[in-house]
């Protein structure tokens, strides 16, 4: 049997051992087998040569015990590793599996109908707002442009009686075509409510004036951006404070400014088209007033 050895040199790392040295017994150097070793290590004394074959086994075989403790407590060290990466991931895919269950029940819950909060410490008001027909509802909640007139007090009485007269009669069912050309049924009250509906620019003052002040709260509550309800109060108020209004027909030529300028501010919005709806073009206000000065003359000379 030849001496095994421990290391490699020039310190490399040594070769893995594959059995525990710790269960080797000292070979019987004594014997036959060794006479060519014995002989070549000291040819004069037989039993110095066995003493330094002895030796040489015995520190070879305690340097591959402290080996194999080692390499043990290695392969134990880098089987708990590769256990806690195997569990890291067990336990990361699990997580990933509970938040994809949880997302999912949230997003579930979402499609559910909900109930809104309440202020706890708020008692009813006095005054109950009348509710917006479902077509201004609708259109201010896509954020589309939508007329006054919906939003004024015979608007709201419009939507009330349809309202009632939906709840009466189990619920309107009328047909609509969407902007692709498809026809679907609607039930309940739709614009055909607002069948007196006239544009802008032909409302009373007092119209024109509940209409935007109830638009502006509209559009605040169903969440339009801050920049474009302030632009669109702008608006609005400028025309309504405008000097022209001290004038005989000024406040029609406002109504009018506002019928054709709020519509065009829609159109052109995120276009290159876009403007600024809250600054009042001067010369556009004058070529209003003209026109409806002219055409004013116009009817008073067919009379």
């Known amino acids: ?19 525990d040295s710790s269960l080797e017994t000292c070979p019987d150097f004594a014997s ?49 590793s590769e256990q806690a990466v195997r569990q890291q991931e067990v336990e990361k895919e699990a997580a990933n599996a509970a938040k994809a269950a949880e997302d999912q029940r949230l997003e579930a819950e979402k499609k559910k109908p909900q109930l809104g909060d309440f202020d706890i410490n708020s008692a009813p008001s006095i005054y109950l707002e009348s509710r917006i027909s479902v077509f ?21 009485k ?14 309107s069912i009328s047909l609509r075509r969407s902007d692709d050309n ?15 509906m006239v544009r802008d620019g032909n409302l009373t003052a007092r119209e024109f ?16 951006s801050a920049a474009h309800v302030d632009a669109l109060t702008q608006f609005f108020y400028g025309l309504d404070t405008h000097s022209i209004t001290e004038h005989e027909h000024g406040g029609a030529i406002t109504r009018i400014h506002a019928d054709c300028y709020r519509f ?5 919005l995120g276009t290159d088209q876009s403007f600024n709806l809250a600054l009042i073009n001067e010369d556009l206000m004058d070529k209003i007033q003209n026109e409806y000065f002219m055409k004013l003359h116009s009817k008073v000379i067919a009379t």
Not at 209 to 224: L, P, Y
Not at 264 to 268: G, L, Q
Request: hydrophobic share 35%; charged share 25%; proline share 5%.
């Open 1 to 19: 049997m030849s001496i095994p050895s421990s290391s490699t040199p020039n310190g490399s790392i040594p070769a893995r051992l594959l059995f």
């Open 32 to 80: 036959s087998v060794y006479d060519t070793v014995r002989t070549r290590l000291n040819p004069d004394d037989n039993a110095a040569a066995i003493d330094i074959l002895k030796e040489s086994w015995t520190k070879s075989n305690d340097n591959d015990k402290a080996q194999w403790i080692l390499q043990v407590e290695a392969d134990r060290a880098l089987a708990e």
């Open 264 to 268: 065009n501010w829609f159109n052109t």
């Open 136 to 156: 201004a509802q609708k259109r201010l909640e896509k954020k589309e442009w939508c007329p006054l007139w919906p939003l004024t007090a015979t608007g709201l």
């Open 209 to 224: 004036s509940t209409g935007w002040h109830r638009c502006i709260k509209e559009i605040t509550r169903v969440n339009w």
């Open 182 to 196: 498809q026809l679907s049924i609607q039930s309940g009250p739709s614009s055909d409510v607002h069948k007196n």
């Open 158 to 171: 419009e939507a009330s009686n349809a309202l009632t007269s939906s709840a009466e009669d189990g619920g």
